[in-house]
C-alpha cells in the first residue's frame, strides 16, 4: 500500500525569483517523510507543485511511470486521486458543517449513494476522533478539531499519496502531540505514504521515519531520520537542534562577517543531542514502513550521539527492539513477558515525543 514519490531536478520559480532548484528526492512508498525547512524556503509551493497545482520550471515528478508535469489533464486528473491533501489553512467551506465539509468530495467525485457516504463519512471522522462532532460548523471548534476535519476530509477516497501542509501551525505544543499521534496511527491504518510539511523541530524529529531539509533554494538533504539526527553538516545540524548560532540566522542567510565572528568566538552549533526513540502508534503496533531503532546509524557505521534511543523509563530501544518485535506478532501475545506485558504505555515513550 502507498506509492512512491520520485522527484528528480526540480525547479520553480515565479518571475525572476527561484524558490527552489535541483530539487531530487525518493519519498518512500507507505512510510512517513517530513519535509522541514525555515518559513519561506517554498515548502508550501513544493506540496502544490507535487499534486500538480503548480507547474515547476524544470524536472520530473515520477508516480510510477507517470511523469505529473508531463501529464495531459485529462490523466493528470486521474493521477491527483492518489492524493490527499491537508493544505495549510485547513480549506473548510465555513457554510457546511464538518460532516458535510468530510462528505463533499464523496459527493463530488464519486457515485456513493447517502448510505455508503455515511458510513464512510463516519469511518473517517473516527480515524481522526472527530465522531460526535460531526454536526458543528468550522467557525465553533478549535483550530486542532479543524485541522484533524481538513485530515478526515483528505482520507475519504482513499488516498495512496497524504501530503499536509504543516499540521502543527497554530496549535499548542498538546494539540500538536495528539495531532501527531494520530498521523503516526493513520499510516500504520491507511498504510499510505505520508508527506508531512513543518517547521517543527519538535514533530520533525520524532514522527517520522525520513527527514527532509530545504534551505537556501535547496533541499540540504533527505534520507532515513537517523541520518539526518546524526548529521554533522552544519545546516542540518543547526536546524534540527534549534541553535542560534550556525548558518540560519533571522534573514535566513547570515552574511559571512557574522560567521566569521562566531568561528573567532569560537561558538559552534554544539553537540549532537541524543537520537529521541520514534513516536510509536498508541496500540504500539509496528508501522509496515517503520525501520528499526539504530539500524541505520549501525548499517553505515555511525556512532549515534550517547544516550540516543533511550526513553523515558531508561530503555534501550535498540536492545529492546528485537524482543519487542518478537512480543508483537500475530500469537505471540500470551508469551510475551519481554517486560512488555502489562506495560501502560506500549512501545517507547520518549520525554516530549510527539511535542
Ligand atoms: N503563487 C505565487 N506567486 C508568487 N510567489 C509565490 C506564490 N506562492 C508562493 N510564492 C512565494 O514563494 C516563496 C515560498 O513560499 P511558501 O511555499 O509559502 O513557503 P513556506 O511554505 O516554506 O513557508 C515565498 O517567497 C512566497 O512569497
Ligand atoms: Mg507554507
Given at each position: 500500500m502507498g506509492v512512491e514519490i520520485r522527484v528528480e531536478g526540480l525547479t520553480k520559480s515565479f518571475g525572476r525569483q527561484t524558490i527552489w532548484q535541483d530539487v531530487s528526492l525518493t519519498v518512500p512508498a507507505g512510510e512517513i517523510s517530513v519535509l522541514l525547512g525555515p518559513s519561506g524556503t517554498g515548502k508550501s509551493v513544493f506540496l502544490k507543485s507535487l499534486v500538480g497545482l503548480l507547474k515547476p520550471d524544470r524536472g520530473h515528478i515520477w508516480i510510477g511511470d507517470r511523469d505529473l508535469p508531463r501529464l495531459p489533464e485529462s490523466k493528470l486528473y486521474e493521477t491527483r486521486k492518489l492524493f490527499g491533501v491537508l493544505f495549510q489553512d485547513g480549506a473548510l467551506f465555513g457554510s457546511m458543517n464538518l460532516y458535510d465539509n468530510v462528505a463533499f468530495p464523496l459527493r463530488e467525485h464519486t457515485k456513493k449513494s447517502e448510505s455508503q457516504v455515511r458510513q464512510i463519512v463516519m469511518e473517517k471522522l473516527e480515524l481522526v476522533g472527530l465522531v460526535g462532532a460531526e454536526r458543528k460548523l468550522p467557525g465553533e471548534i478549535s483550530g486542532g478539531m479543524k485541522k484533524r476535519a481538513g485530515l478526515a476530509r483528505a482520507l475519504v477516497l482513499d488516498p495512496e499519496i497524504l501530503l499536509v501542509d504543516e499540521p502543527d501551525s497554530g496549535l499548542d505544543p498538546v494539540r500538536t502531540a495528539l495531532l501527531n499521534q494520530t498521523m503516526v496511527d493513520l499510516n500504520a491504518e491507511i498504510g499510505a505514504t505520508f508527506l508531512i510539511v513543518t517547521h517543527d523541530i519538535n514533530t520533525a524529529r520524532t514522527v517520522p521515519d525520513n527527514i527532509g531539509l530545504l534551505f537556501l533554494r535547496e533541499l540540504v538533504m533527505f534520507g532515513p531520520r537517523e541520518m539526518l539526527l546524526s548529521s554533522e553538516e552544519p545546516v542540518v545540524r543547526q536546524f534540527l537542534n534549534a541553535r542560534t548560532v550556525g548558518p540560519i540566522g533571522m534573514s535566513e542567510e547570515k552574511d559571512v562577517s557574522e560567521l566569521e565572528a562566531e568561528a573567532a568566538l569560537g561558538r559552534d552549533p554544539g553537540r549532537l543531542p541524543p537520537i529521541p526513540p520514534q513516536l510509536m502508534t498508541s496500540d504500539g503496533r509496528i508501522r509496515p514502513g517503520q525501520h528499526a531503532p539504530g539500524a541505520w546509524c549501525a548499517a553505515h557505521g555511525v556512532t549515534p550521539?550517547?544516550?540516543?534511543?533511550?526513553?523515558d523509563l531508561g530503555r534501550d530501544w535498540v536492545e529492546e527492539w528485537p524482543r519487542y518485535v518478537a512480543s508483537m506478532a500475530p500469537g505471540a501475545a500470551a508469551a510475551a513477558d519481554g517486560g512488555f506485558a502489562g506495560d501502560p504505555r506500549p512501545g517507547p515513550s520518549a520525554p516530549g515525543a510527539g511535542r
Amino acid at each position: 500500500m502507498g506509492v512512491e514519490i520520485r522527484v528528480e531536478g526540480l525547479t520553480k520559480s515565479f518571475g525572476r525569483q527561484t524558490i527552489w532548484q535541483d530539487v531530487s528526492l525518493t519519498v518512500p512508498a507507505g512510510e512517513i517523510s517530513v519535509l522541514l525547512g525555515p518559513s519561506g524556503t517554498g515548502k508550501s509551493v513544493f506540496l502544490k507543485s507535487l499534486v500538480g497545482l503548480l507547474k515547476p520550471d524544470r524536472g520530473h515528478i515520477w508516480i510510477g511511470d507517470r511523469d505529473l508535469p508531463r501529464l495531459p489533464e485529462s490523466k493528470l486528473y486521474e493521477t491527483r486521486k492518489l492524493f490527499g491533501v491537508l493544505f495549510q489553512d485547513g480549506a473548510l467551506f465555513g457554510s457546511m458543517n464538518l460532516y458535510d465539509n468530510v462528505a463533499f468530495p464523496l459527493r463530488e467525485h464519486t457515485k456513493k449513494s447517502e448510505s455508503q457516504v455515511r458510513q464512510i463519512v463516519m469511518e473517517k471522522l473516527e480515524l481522526v476522533g472527530l465522531v460526535g462532532a460531526e454536526r458543528k460548523l468550522p467557525g465553533e471548534i478549535s483550530g486542532g478539531m479543524k485541522k484533524r476535519a481538513g485530515l478526515a476530509r483528505a482520507l475519504v477516497l482513499d488516498p495512496e499519496i497524504l501530503l499536509v501542509d504543516e499540521p502543527d501551525s497554530g496549535l499548542d505544543p498538546v494539540r500538536t502531540a495528539l495531532l501527531n499521534q494520530t498521523m503516526v496511527d493513520l499510516n500504520a491504518e491507511i498504510g499510505a505514504t505520508f508527506l508531512i510539511v513543518t517547521h517543527d523541530i519538535n514533530t520533525a524529529r520524532t514522527v517520522p521515519d525520513n527527514i527532509g531539509l530545504l534551505f537556501l533554494r535547496e533541499l540540504v538533504m533527505f534520507g532515513p531520520r537517523e541520518m539526518l539526527l546524526s548529521s554533522e553538516e552544519p545546516v542540518v545540524r543547526q536546524f534540527l537542534n534549534a541553535r542560534t548560532v550556525g548558518p540560519i540566522g533571522m534573514s535566513e542567510e547570515k552574511d559571512v562577517s557574522e560567521l566569521e565572528a562566531e568561528a573567532a568566538l569560537g561558538r559552534d552549533p554544539g553537540r549532537l543531542p541524543p537520537i529521541p526513540p520514534q513516536l510509536m502508534t498508541s496500540d504500539g503496533r509496528i508501522r509496515p514502513g517503520q525501520h528499526a531503532p539504530g539500524a541505520w546509524c549501525a548499517a553505515h557505521g555511525v556512532t549515534p550521539p550517547a544516550g540516543s534511543f533511550v526513553d523515558d523509563l531508561g530503555r534501550d530501544w535498540v536492545e529492546e527492539w528485537p524482543r519487542y518485535v518478537a512480543s508483537m506478532a500475530p500469537g505471540a501475545a500470551a508469551a510475551a513477558d519481554g517486560g512488555f506485558a502489562g506495560d501502560p504505555r506500549p512501545g517507547p515513550s520518549a520525554p516530549g515525543a510527539g511535542r
